[in-house]
């Protein structure tokens, strides 16, 4: 799976928990590498470039948690 494939998996899944749930990193990595079939690895690279991009953030309540920016 190309690492744009994997991109758009990650940031699908943060903005479908919106509202609902944080999302930490390790469940993010999980989740996508179940799904996709791919190492946590990769997953992983693929979250650090989203979060590089602006298009995601980290957010800090009691441990580290990855949502959509604020517009």
Known sequence: MEKEEVKKK???LV???????KLKPSDIQKTISAEAGISRDEV???LKDLIDEGRLIYTYFGGSFVEI???
């Open 10 to 12: 990650i940031y699908e």
């Open 15 to 21: 903005e479908k928990s919106t509202g609902k749930k």
């Open 44 to 46: 992983k690279d693929a």
């Open 69 to 71: 920016p604020p517009k």
